[in-house]
């Protein structure tokens, strides 16, 4: 009944619309029956004159509507499939016209014979979300996915490889599911598309307050074996190599990757200090760093997905990373007075060495009901990470002022393991043709163990002691408890959905050597309801076919990060140190935006309004030590509250049937409050930033890629950040079907440094450091594969044999 008066409301909708139509319907394999993302539906009239299009969802759905009444020809298409043309007949009685689930059946002498021209662009914009394809991006080629993160619209790379979305931390999903997994630890080129959820719904957890990165991997959906080997060097002693093989057969699919990669950097940086009263120089210090650093890492992945009936998937992965960062860095200072006079001098020798290892595992079951589109999926994870931390800090002191020179040496040893354990299940059940409910289950269990010790040595006396108060060993038990509903759908053109999601946390800490503890608990009675609860509301209104607006609300909680909470120190220099803060409570957020977008023949466009208030913000927060008033101390803190206001927009056009152009642009108010002791800090600014990218086609073999990217200042609480650009060039070149190169050369103009300005009653301090030196790489990538092939046994009839004949095919 509801589906009967839903289309009637569609009937009355349309016959008020100077009688235009719809056709929709669903696109799935003929095969597996499951449905086909990205598959082309065009309209055409008697002419052969477009109509309309779109493009279908993952859920394979689709719907053109808008079109004219009469004889009218749908032509479906999908890559590697039989094209589809599908006569309609639309009239002012019947202008709706659902095709019901539409089969596509391979091609397979199309796979064997003839080499594809449509291709994916590097970037598609839509109303909820912005998918990016990897595999586009001449840029990423032989990296990690840091390296494709950097060229993705809205998204901006820090110093330490952090990245950022809307100046927020966002949440890392791989396939979906959260991970330890560092971006570092992941290949560019296992990736297939990186999706970006700037205010992700009630589905999802709910301290992804900066939204969501989702790494979708590469997964073989045809059958046969397919795979590639990537291998790269550049300067730098970089050097990479990565492979990854597919086989398809029957009901059974196996995939299996690895890789590795190495690189180092040479940079420089400074320090300078001055130090204050009454804003008068008291004292200050200068400091100019020279950096030698290094990294490389292993990875594997073996993935298992198995049918084990027409509606129902198991699926079953494994995944492994090997990584070293060591950096060794020597630091020239000296000290002056108010006159600026050097009252001491002399340098510093750092050395740090940090390994880490990821192991994971996980289990999926999916099952799809003869209920159209209704389905249920569960899985369990785990990963379990590893990581050790050392370094040795030498301090030469040249005599001076009548004081020894001096020899000093600190050696650090920290250690840290940790265990994560999640369990979802999710069902999508149909309400009618255009409504459905969504609902869900999760648990999360977080255990981390963290040993730190602090030796000093004196090197001219040969004296050792260990530092009781900077040692420590620290536990951590964290658990996060969800369920959550939602309901959606769509009334005439309106598309609305609600959901609602709770979230019991248990947080507990102890530093195990000395019994302190530390805790936040959430609901412990009825008066904390609202510190669980987590609603979230989108509506949507299409005009036309190419235009969209949406308007959506959501609450999240941000809890602490292990590095801000951890009480151990972590030097930057000599006289910079940071340390976490075992105290540090959640934030919670409420974030709004209004969107719209426009689809047209040569372009898209997405722009956003957008606001955020933070209750509770953490926030950095530097104060001169106690004991030492020479050293400043780097921390964490519960501020007050921030207020975000922000305009973005990403604009995507194809200036020629060769030259195609991507910009992004962000403009936003920050306001930020945080008291200290009883003073009140309140700082305020405007900031912006924009990245472009430029793909030049010239011809069907040869192709060249241009990204750059400007930051401008940005505040903090105690002062700014300071502005950032740099510009990357890449270019690719394919000789045939089975090879092609790549070359980027990163940072063209040497000028990507990061850098900030703190200026307090006390001290204003500058610093400014290099991440990683410009760079040039050159790739090379062998693809294989053989569609429709038997791997594991011999066909009635004979096997054909690897490598007789077709064309490989990505995955």
Excluded at 691 to 704: D, E, P, T
Aim: aromatic share 12%.
């Amino acid at each position: 009944m509801k589906g009967i008066i839903t289309k009637l409301f569609l009937l009355i909708s349309i016959t008020g619309m100077s009688q235009k139509g719809i056709i929709l319907g669903k696109i799935k394999d003929a095969v597996s029956k499951q449905p086909l993302e990205y598959a082309t539906i065009a309209v055409y009239n008697a002419k052969d004159s477009l109509l309309g299009g779109a493009l279908s969802k993952a859920n394979g759905d689709f719907q053109v509507d808008r079109l004219p009444a009469g004889m009218l020809k749908v032509r479906i298409q999908f890559v590697g499939y039989m094209v589809m043309n599908i006569p309609v007949n639309l009239s002012p009685a019947y202008p709706v016209k659902d095709l019901g689930n539409v089969k596509l059946e391979l091609n397979g002498e199309l796979l064997k014979t003839v080499e594809i021209e449509g291709e994916k662009s590097t970037m598609q914009i839509g109303i909820d979300r912005r998918i990016y394809n990897v595999d586009k991006d001449l840029g990423a080629r032989g990296g990690t996915a840091i390296d494709a993160m950097k060229n993705i619209p809205g998204l901006t790379v820090g110093m330490d490889n952090s990245v950022t979305l809307r100046n927020q931390g966002p949440t890392i999903f791989v396939d979906g599911r959260p991970t330890l997994l560092s971006l570092d630890q992941i290949p560019a080129d296992d990736i297939d598309r990186i999706e970006v959820i700037t205010n992700p719904s009630a589905k999802y957890v709910a301290d992804a307050t900066g939204g969501i990165i989702n790494v979708i991997l590469k997964k073989n959906l045809k059958p046969g074996y397919f795979g590639n080997v990537t291998a790269g060097i550049g300067t730098g002693d970089r050097y990479n190599l990565n492979g990854n093989l597919s086989i398809r057969e029957n009901n059974l699919t196996i995939q299996v990757s690895g890789g590795y990669n190495q690189a180092k950097n040479q940079n420089n940086g400074l320090s300078y200090r001055e130090n204050l009263a009454l804003n008068i120089l008291q004292s200050g210090y200068d400091q100019q760093n020279k950096n030698e650093s290094f990294r490389e890492g292993y990875n594997g992945r073996l993935q298992v997905d198995y049918k084990t009936s027409v509606r129902s998937m198991l699926s079953g992965n494994l995944n492994y990373s090997d990584n070293r960062y060591g950096s060794s860095e020597r630091q020239d200072y000296f000290f002056f007075d108010s006159l600026r006079n050097t009252t001491a001098d002399g340098y510093r020798q750092n050395d740090q060495v940090n390994n880490w290892k990821t192991l994971g595992a996980g289990l999926n079951f999916k099952k799809n009901f003869a209920k159209a589109g209704k389905e249920l999926t569960t899985d369990i994870n785990w990963v379990s990470s590893e990581n050790d931390n050392n370094a040795d800090y030498k301090t030469f002191d040249n005599a001076s002022n009548n004081l020894p020179a001096t020899q000093l040496q600190q050696l650090n040893f920290g250690r840290r393991e940790a265990d994560l354990i999640t369990w979802q299940l999710d069902v999508v059940n149909p309400m009618g043709e255009n409504s459905k409910l969504e609902y869900g289950v999760r648990a999360a269990y977080k255990l981390s163990y963290s040993d730190f010790k602090v030796d000093y040595k004196d090197l001219l006396n040969n004296t050792e002691v260990t530092d009781s108060n900077l040692s420590n060993s620290l536990r951590i038990d964290d658990f996060v408890g969800a369920a959550y509903v939602n309901y959606s759908g769509i009334w005439r053109k309106f598309g609305y959905q609600a959901g609602l999601r709770y979230e019991h946390t248990w947080f507990v800490g102890e530093l195990t050597n000395t019994g302190e503890t530390f805790s936040y608990i959430y609901p412990k009675s009825l008066s904390e309801i609202d510190k669980v609860l987590f609603p979230a509301i989108y509506l949507s209104r299409k005009l036309k076919e190419k235009h969209e607006f949406q308007l959506n609300y959501s609450r999240k909680i941000g809890r602490p990060g292990f590095m801000q909470l951890i009480p151990f120190i972590m030097y930057a220099d000599r006289q910079s140190v940071q340390i976490g803060n075992p105290v540090l409570g959640p934030e919670f957020i409420n974030l709004a935006e209004f969107n719209y977008s426009f689809t047209g023949s040569k372009g898209s466009l997405l722009t956003s309004i957008y606001s955020r208030q933070t209750l509770y913000s953490i926030t950095p927060f530097v104060y001169v030590s106690e004991i030492d008033p020479n050293v400043l101390i780097s921390s964490y803190v519960n501020g007050r509250d921030k207020l975000d206001l922000g305009w973005e927009s990403t604009v995507k056009r194809n200036l020629t049937k060769w030259l195609d152009a991507t910009v992004n642009g962000n403009v936003f108010y920050t306001k930020v409050s945080l008291d200290r002791n009883g003073t009140v800090i309140n700082n305020e600014g405007i900031s912006w930033n924009i990245k472009g990218m430029l793909s030049f086609k010239a011809s069907k073999k040869l192709n060249f890629q241009w990204n750059g990217n400007y930051e401008a200042p940005r505040i903090i609480p105690q002062g700014k950040v300071n502005p950032i650009w740099f510009m990357d060039m890449s270019c690719s070149y394919t000789f045939n079907k089975k090879f092609s190169a790549s070359v980027t050369l990163s940072d063209v103009f040497n000028t990507k440094q990061y850098g900030t300005f703190y200026a307090t009653d006390n001290f204003t301090q500058k610093t400014v450091r290099r991440w990683e030196s410009r760079y040039f790489r050159i790739n090379l990538t062998w693809k294989f594969g053989e569609p429709d092939v038997s791997v594991f046994r011999r066909r009635a009839g004979g096997r054909r044999e690897p490598g007789s004949g077709g064309t490989e095919m990505e995955l």
